[in-house]
């Protein structure tokens, strides 16, 4: 089975890229699957996100509800 990514349905029926377009555009991991994304440090899961370029200030606000968002997931 093909791992999830960005595209895929995996959280409340819709994909990160319906859920956060501007962020899909500058990401380097448009095409990697969640397991490539992060690593286990000791019982938690760490994203490690890659971004095309450095973000702008509006988007780093992006950045910041990605992140709280996944980590409720």
Same mark, same amino acid.
């Given at each position: 089975?093909?791992?999830?990514?960005?595209?895929?349905?995996? +959280?409340?029926?819709?994909?990160?890229?319906?859920?956060?377009?501007?962020?899909?555009?500058? *990401?380097?991991?448009?095409?990697? +699957?969640?397991?490539?994304?992060?690593? !286990?440090?000791?019982?938690? !899961?760490?994203?490690?996100?890659? !971004?095309?370029? *450095?973000?702008?200030? !509006?988007?780093? +606000?992006?950045?910041?509800?990605?992140?709280?968002?996944?980590?409720? +997931?």
């Amino acid at each position: 089975m093909k791992g999830l990514n960005w595209i895929d349905e995996w +959280v409340e029926g819709a994909s990160l890229t319906i859920k956060f377009p501007r962020l899909f555009l500058i *990401s380097e991991q448009r095409e990697e +699957v969640i397991g490539k994304m992060g690593f !286990w440090r000791e019982d938690k !899961w760490c994203w490690n996100l890659r !971004w095309r370029r *450095s973000p702008f200030e !509006w988007e780093s +606000v992006l950045i910041i509800q990605l992140n709280i968002f996944l980590s409720s +997931v």
